[in-house]
């Protein structure tokens, strides 16, 4: 809610405070970092530091890797996120391929298919 209302800083404090407590609760690579890593770079996307964003994505994705079955919707997620920094970087190769990783997922899934149709325009 903090980043949706362009409270960033208090987001990333917010953030910041979860991920220390996790630290003290969690072994390393829990799922529940992989939560917080990407609404660190669901923040850092909004504040268009978009490879702090990319980071976390990634940190993220590793994390999703080793926890969730490859067709995870968190998967879908992450690749979407991950494609949308590469496209705001004009990276539009890596962005095609992540999005296609998302929509591959989305459909395999059958998720619902309003998801299908935001990464199709993606």
Request: with cysteine.
């Amino acid at each position: 809610l903090l980043r949706e209302l362009g409270y960033y800083a208090a987001a990333l404090k917010v953030l910041q405070n979860a991920y220390q407590i996790q630290e003290k609760t969690f072994q390393e690579g829990n799922q529940a970092f992989a939560s917080t890593f990407s609404w660190y770079g669901s923040v850092y996307r909004d504040l268009k530091e978009y490879l702090k964003a990319l980071d976390y994505f990634e940190k993220c994705l590793t994390i999703v890797r080793k926890t969730l079955p490859e067709n995870h919707p968190d998967f879908g997620l992450t690749y979407s996120n991950i494609g949308d920094i590469h496209h705001l970087m004009s990276g539009y190769e890596k962005a095609l391929a992540f999005h296609h990783k998302a929509l591959n997922i989305q459909e395999n899934i059958k998720r619902n298919p309003l998801k299908c149709a935001t990464t199709y325009t993606n």
